[in-house]
């Protein structure tokens, strides 16, 4: 059991939910608000997408960014920023003539490094590694062995730590893999993603044999989609890890009641205290990832 849990929100993701719910964020000062909310109420990391202010769909905007940021920071709130790098994998394709049509609308689709950019100019504590290409609910998501190899290093010359989100357990093979050329700095930082159209199910067995072939001293945390979300808390807590939750992954606090990003770090702090273990501050969270003290 982990009795020093790091509490991850990641505050509104890629998916299609900005018409589902009146919470999902959307402009940076409303991603910057929800994030010192999560913040205050207990998660010692944001995880922050962005998204197009006008239409509310995903976006690689630098810009955005960077406006996202600067507005946290001008708060003076103490938490650490983990900025996505897994936008620009998606590639559409027409399923009976692939190649006679070529990639469809809806695709964008990148190198490793073109996925970098915002990561370049910001230099957040951390930054993700989506480890793999994934059939991704009914989408196809692309991350080349090369393209992963170019963005590790990549990633590890910037002095940024790289969260390897790993969906299935081939892409936890392949991490080890990137640690093994010498691609990853320790601690390595591990997020299992679980409950992901077609990646790993959210099981407790598959979430064991996971953990199972983690590397020696790794930091790792994991979540799972909709209705798991925080079962999965209690589930993590429980093996090892830390946990993650937020309106990326879950929109409902119950049964047809949603949620603030503020409400679901609430929830999974009283989880988190009710199994007996503590809450991890942001400074205590920088010392178990390998980070820099706060500037």
């Given amino acids: 059991m982990n009795n020093e849990v790091i509490i991850t929100c990641a505050l509104t993701g890629a998916g ?23 913040a205050a109420a207990g998660a010692a990391v944001v995880h922050i997408h962005v998204r197009d202010p006008g ?26 920023i983990n900025l996505t790098a897994g936008m620009g994998g998606d590639l559409v394709l027409d399923a009976d003539r692939p190649l006679e049509k070529g990639a469809l609308p809806g695709t964008d689709l ?20 989506d480890c793999g290409s994934l059939n991704f609910g009914d989408d196809l998501y692309i991350s080349t062995p090369e393209m992963l190899r ?28 990137l640690l093994a050329e010498g691609l990853l700095d320790d601690p390595t930082v591990f997020q299992l993603c679980m409950g992901i159209p077609w990646g790993a199910p959210a099981d407790p067995g598959v979430l064991q044999s996971m953990v199972n072939m983690l590397p020696e001293g790794a930091q790792w945390a994991s979540f799972a989609l909709g209705r798991m979300q ?11 890890g830390n946990v993650r939750v937020g309106l990326e992954d879950n929109l409902y606090l119950a049964k047809g009641v949603k949620a603030t990003n ?22 205590q969270a920088r010392a178990r990832l390998g980070l820099k003290p706060r500037g």
Avoid: N
Avoid at 114 to 126: G, K, N, Y
Avoid at 262 to 283: F, K, M, N, Y
């Fill in 150 to 177: 170019k963005g590790a290093r990549r990633i590890q010359e910037l002095g940024v730590r790289p969260e390897l989100e790993i969906f299935d357990t081939g892409q936890l093979w392949f991490a080890k893999q």
């Fill in 262 to 283: 503020a409400q679901l770090v609430e929830r999974a702090v009283r989880i988190t205290e009710l199994l007996g273990a503590s809450v991890a501050t942001p400074d």
């Fill in 55 to 80: 239409t509310g769909a995903p976006s690689r905007d630098p810009k955005l960014y960077a406006e996202t940021v600067a507005r946290i920071k001008d708060t003076g709130t103490d938490v650490i």
């Fill in 110 to 129: 990148v190198g490793g490094l073109a996925r970098l950019p915002h990561v370049e100019d910001l230099l957040p504590d951390i930054c993700t590694l």
């Fill in 230 to 240: 925080m079962p999965w808390v209690a589930q993590s807590i429980l093996l090892g």
């Fill in 16 to 38: 299609d939910t900005v018409g589902r719910s009146p919470h999902v964020p959307v402009t940076p000062e409303q991603i910057a608000a929800s994030a010192v909310e999560a």
